[in-house]
């Protein structure tokens, strides 16, 4: 499985953005999301079931970020509102072909990852 992320950018905060993760494939996978700002480890953002009906996400963005997907074009989507500075990261889209669970939290469960996009939030 192939994933190419986009939808990156510069926005000033309060600002939104729209990521897309396009995937070469049917995905038939736990999708994620994660980041990495500079100097620091990649986090857990978002993640979404096969189906879409079950979604978590991360303490930090909950109420601002909206993770959804589309079968059918095999797309995964983070839609990220009242955006901050502290979101300025790259952001990369994941594939986790194990079960709903804690382990969809932890970046090296994950099974295929796409190139990144960036993000900056300008204060």
């Known amino acids: 499985v192939q994933l190419q992320a986009s939808g990156g950018g510069l926005v000033q905060a309060g600002g939104s953005l729209r990521l897309s993760c396009a995937a070469s494939t049917s995905i038939r996978y736990i999708m994620g999301w994660f980041r990495q700002a500079p100097g620091k480890e990649r986090e857990f953002v978002a993640a979404i079931g096969r189906s879409g009906a079950r979604i978590d996400y991360a303490d930090s963005v909950k109420g601002r970020f909206t993770i959804s997907r589309d079968n059918a074009k095999n797309t995964v989507y983070l839609q990220m509102n009242s955006l901050k500075p502290e979101d300025t990261a790259v952001y990369y889209c994941?594939?986790?072909?194990?079960?709903w669970g804690p382990g969809m939290k932890r970046m090296e469960e994950y099974d295929y990852w796409g190139q990144g996009t960036e993000v900056t939030v300008s204060s």
């Open positions: 994941s594939a986790y072909r194990s079960g």
